[in-house]
């Protein structure tokens, strides 16, 4: 039968369990990093993207006055979706 020790390791096998500070894997704090460097390219994109950085968009392929073309004809509410889509998903902290 195999049940937590004190330490937090894997009572029972001989073999300890990687566990860090707070009783949780080390594992979820590296998809925490991770997680907040997907999510920073998010945030970084759309301010670029709405401050209309010109070397930004040509950076990304394409001609950029297109690009501002298409934004610019986005509806309202599809705005509302990208920005709530990246900055709820950024603020947000992983709780493994």
Same mark, same amino acid.
């Given at each position: 039968?195999?049940?937590?020790?004190?330490?937090?390791?894997?009572?029972?096998?001989?073999?300890?369990?990687?566990?860090?500070?707070?009783?949780?894997?080390?594992?979820?704090?590296?998809?925490? #990093?991770?997680?907040?460097?997907?999510?920073?390219? $998010?945030?970084?994109?759309?301010?670029? @993207?709405?401050? *209309?950085?010109?070397?930004?968009?040509?950076?990304?392929?394409?001609?950029?006055?297109?690009?501002?073309?298409?934004?610019?004809? #986005?509806?309202?509410?599809?705005?509302?979706?990208? $920005?709530?889509?990246?900055?709820?998903? @950024?603020?947000? *902290?992983?709780?493994?």
């Amino acid at each position: 039968m195999r049940r937590l020790g004190r330490a937090g390791g894997v009572e029972g096998n001989g073999h300890a369990a990687s566990w860090c500070r707070h009783g949780r894997p080390c594992i979820c704090g590296l998809s925490e #990093i991770l997680s907040l460097l997907w999510n920073c390219f $998010g945030a970084y994109d759309y301010t670029m @993207s709405h401050m *209309r950085n010109m070397d930004y968009l040509s950076s990304m392929g394409g001609d950029p006055n297109v690009m501002l073309a298409y934004m610019d004809g #986005i509806k309202m509410y599809a705005k509302f979706g990208w $920005g709530l889509g990246v900055w709820r998903r @950024s603020s947000v *902290r992983c709780c493994c």
